[in-house]
Structure formats: structure tokens, C-alpha cells
């Protein structure tokens, strides 16, 4: 006798391994913005990536506390993106403090728009609150400000930001795609009957286009 195909996933379980990418992105980000603050040019760069990395803990407090209500281990929740996420860091590793803060602002916003369009397929509840703690926040408006500020004073600056920020939204949809495509209820959330695949390819260009657009207002070429 065949096996028997496995039940689908519960509403509770998609959203619980959405919220486990979720943390572990959050926890990263508050270990790499942290590590990255000391090489800020002044002591109030420094304090502005501290503050924004102080709030990446909190949105992975919220994230934990959720699993942890939803009787979910939140470091189980995790771990099936430890390797996937921390191999994107390795290979997207800042060469200076404008590199450092221009990765900050294209993974905060690319992951912002995967997350929530990913919980656009899940229950209401689960939506209000993807958006709660992934919407674009003061923190990403400061790194943008960061950035203007960086490219009028030195507008030399803007091709090299510029391959650096193709780079890495060329990273960041990869990793998006191996996430939508890996994890057993991500992927079927964004399948919704159809073909997972194409369902993926059509987000990670919308992500793309999303990207271009604000790397047009920076002034730069996406």
C-alpha cells in the first residue's frame, strides 16, 4: 500500500512557520545592526543603528511571544531558517559603514514586502498583526535619510552604492524564492491552488519592481 498523502496544514501551522522566518530575520538583524554600529562614522550614527536594532529585538519579542501563545516553541519555530539565513549574511558581508546601512534598508523593506504578502494569503488575524510587526517604520524612513544624506554630500557615491544595492536585492529575492519554495507550508500558502513556482516567480518580481522604485527615489539605479 502507498503512503498516504499528508493532511494539509492548519491555518495555525502556516502561520506559525511564517512567524518562525519571521524571528529568526528579526534576531539577525538585531545581532548584524549591533555589530555594525560601531563602524558609524559619529557617535550619533552609532546611537541611530543601535535604536533601530533595539527595535529588531522587539518586533523578534513579539514574534516569540505569538509562537509561544500559539503553544509553539519559538527556537523550534526557527530553526529551519538558521542555515538559509545566516548563509545570506555571510555572503552579503558589508564593506563599510554606507554599505552596512544600505543593507539594512534593502533587507527591511524586501523582507516587509515578502512577509506581508505571504500573510495576504492567511486569516485576518494573522495579517493585522504580519502588518504590525513588519510594516515600514520611523526606522526604515531614518535609513533612508541616512542614505540622502550620505549621496548628496558625496554624489560620487551613487554607482557604488548602486551595484551594492543590485546585489543585494538579487540576494534578497533568492533567499525570498528559497523560502517560498523550500519550507512545506510557506510554499503551499503561496501555491493557493495554483502553480507554487509561478506563484513565486510572480512575487519575487513584484518585490523586484517595489525595489527598483525606491532605489529610484535614492537617486540610484536598481
Known amino acids: 500500500m502507498g503512503t498516504s498523502p499528508d493532511p494539509p496544514a492548519s491555518a495555525d501551522q502556516l502561520a506559525a512557520e511564517l512567524f518562525g522566518a519571521m524571528a529568526y530575520g528579526e534576531l539577525s538583524a538585531f545581532g548584524r545592526l549591533s555589530f555594525d554600529s560601531r563602524y558609524a562614522p559619529t557617535l550619533h550614527d552609532r546611537s541611530v543603528l543601535a535604536k533601530i536594532a533595539v527595535g529588531a529585538y522587539g518586533n523578534f519579542a513579539l514574534l516569540s511571544d505569538r509562537l ?29 559603514w554606507l554599505e552596512s546601512v544600505m543593507k539594512a534598508y534593502v533587507i527591511d523593506t524586501v523582507s516587509s514586502d515578502f512577509y506581508r504578502a505571504v500573510a495576504g494569503f492567511l486569516d485576518a488575524g494573522t495579517q493585522q498583526f504580519v502588518e504590525r510587526v513588519a510594516s515600514p517604520d520611523q526606522a526604515t524612513e531614518v535609513l533612508r535619510v541616512l542614505l540622502r544624506r550620505a549621496l548628496a554630500d558625496d554624489p560620487r557615491l551613487a554607482s557604488r552604492l548602486a551595484l551594492w544595492g543590485r546585489r543585494l536585492v538579487g540576494e534578497a529575492l533568492t533567499q525570498a524564492q528559497r523560502v517560498g519554495m523550500e519550507h512545506p507550508r510557506v510554499g503551499p500558502t503561496l501555491k493557493n491552488g495554483g502553480d507554487a513556482r509561478a506563484a513565486v516567480r510572480k512575487l519575487t518580481g513584484e518585490l523586484a519592481e517595489r525595489h527598483a522604485r525606491r532605489m529610484t527615489e535614492l537617486g540610484l539605479t536598481a
Not at 509561544?68 to 545570506?88: K, N, T, V, W, Y
Open 68 to 96: 509561544s501563545e500559539m503553544g509553539i516553541d519559538p527556537e523550534e519555530a526557527m530553526l529551519p531558517f538558521q542555515r538559509s539565513f545566516d548563509h545570506f549574511h555571510e555572503r552579503t558581508k558589508p564593506g563599510d
